[in-house]
């Protein structure tokens, strides 16, 4: 199901949803906060809950990064991206070399 569009279609949908998943989860984790606050009257509950809320984004992000790393490490390994990723690293080595000559001239 990879290279097919619904595939495509449902990975970029996945990725814009990550800004929403992100206020949602602060906004859920600053509700709880909240209804813990009313309950208790302890306005502590609401500084944990948003702290909470932001660790619940921060996985957010994180989860997604793993995703897409993998899916970039995938394409690593396709023979058409090889020849440019060979190329690439020449490129590197050619830059990272006029700046050892360069530093040295100095």
Do not use: H
Not at 51 to 63: C, D, F, Q, S, T
Not at 81 to 101: D, F, H, P, S, V
Request: aromatic share 12%.
């Amino acid at each position: 199901m990879e290279g097919t569009k619904w595939y495509s279609l449902v990975s970029n949908a996945y990725n814009a949803s990550l800004g929403i998943s992100m206020v949602v989860a602060v906004l859920i984790g600053l509700g709880i906060g909240y209804a813990l606050y009313k309950l208790t009257d302890w306005k502590w509950f609401i500084v944990i809950g948003l702290v909470y809320g932001v660790a619940a984004a921060i996985l957010n992000v994180y989860k997604a990064y793993k995703r897409l790393k993998k899916d970039m490490d995938s394409l690593r390994e396709q023979p058409k991206y090889k020849e440019a990723i060979r190329l690439q690293n020449e490129a590197l080595e050619k830059r990272e070399a006029r700046e050892r000559a360069r530093k040295s001239k100095k």
